[in-house]
T-cell receptor, first 108, second 116 residues
Framework: KNEVEQSPQNLTAQEGEFITINCSYS?????LHWLQQHPGGGIVSLFM???GKKKHGRLIATINIQEKHSSLHITASHPRDSAVYIC??????????FGTGTSLTVIP | DGGITQSPKYLFRKEGQNVTLSCEQN?????MYWYRQDPGQGLRLIYY???????QKGDIAEGYSVSREKKESFPLTVTSAQKNPTAFYLC???????????????FGPGTRLTVL
């Protein structure tokens, strides 16, 4: 069993739709990291959070430590949001564990 | 510009040859990491280093070796003992290492290794 589970694995949306990607984890963590990977392979950090909610532009990340769950929301989705979104948790031993990613395609 | 560089972007090698992947960062980060990414799987940790001249094995270290002689550099050698080396390799760095928690990782652009 993976320490980090993401859902859905694949997601297709129409431009403008509100998108939610979920992440559940089974280990004790000190923080959770949302990452974006584009087709070329490069990975960009979106958020790192340990409680509550963070917002950056059209992206919102929330975390519920008691439920061991985080969500990444994209408002007013755009084709340029098409990418793989990866959830990673930083455990109390200072190591990261990664989900398998959610592949998002936004259709114009 | 500050960042992490990996070279080359694509690498082809014959089976049985050792190959070294470069990773350099000018972010003054203490910690550096090597991950392997395979289709349908999450990133898996190969090796990591919290400080210069020290490194630890990750979950899949067999068949790999690293060195950390300088803070800026963390090269990864894929040896002939690695049974299935074809993969996408990502290097990352992070501020603080042992001393500072909850800092995000920054990733390089990756090297795609194909063993023929």
């Amino acid at each position: 069993k993976n320490e980090v589970e993401q859902s859905p694995q694949n997601l297709t949306a129409q431009e403008g739709e509100f998108i939610t990607i979920n992440c559940s984890y089974s280990v004790g963590i000190s923080a959770l990291h949302w990452l974006q990977q584009h087709p070329g392979g490069g990975i960009v950090s979106l958020f790192m959070l340990s409680s509550g909610k963070k917002k950056h532009g059209r992206l919102i990340a929330t975390i519920n430590i008691q439920e061991k769950h985080s969500s990444l929301h994209i408002t007013a989705s755009h084709p340029r949001d098409s990418a793989v979104y990866i959830c990673a948790v930083l455990n109390t031993g200072n190591q990261f564990y990664f989900g398998t990613g959610t592949s998002l395609t936004v259709i114009p | 510009d500050g960042g992490i560089t990996q070279s080359p972007k694509y690498l082809f090698r014959k089976e049985g040859q050792n190959v070294t992947l470069s990773c350099e960062q000018n972010l003054n980060h203490d910690a550096m990491y090597w991950y392997r990414q395979d289709p349908g799987q999450g990133l898996r940790l190969i090796y990591y280093s919290q400080i210069v001249n020290d490194f630890q094995k990750g979950d899949i270290a067999e068949g790999y070796s690293v060195s950390r002689e300088k803070k800026e550099s963390f090269p990864l050698t894929v040896t002939s003992a690695q049974k299935n080396p074809t993969a996408f390799y990502l290097c990352a760095s992070r501020l603080g290492g042992l001393r500072v928690l909850n800092n995000e990782q920054f990733f390089g652009p990756g090297t795609r290794l194909t063993v023929l």
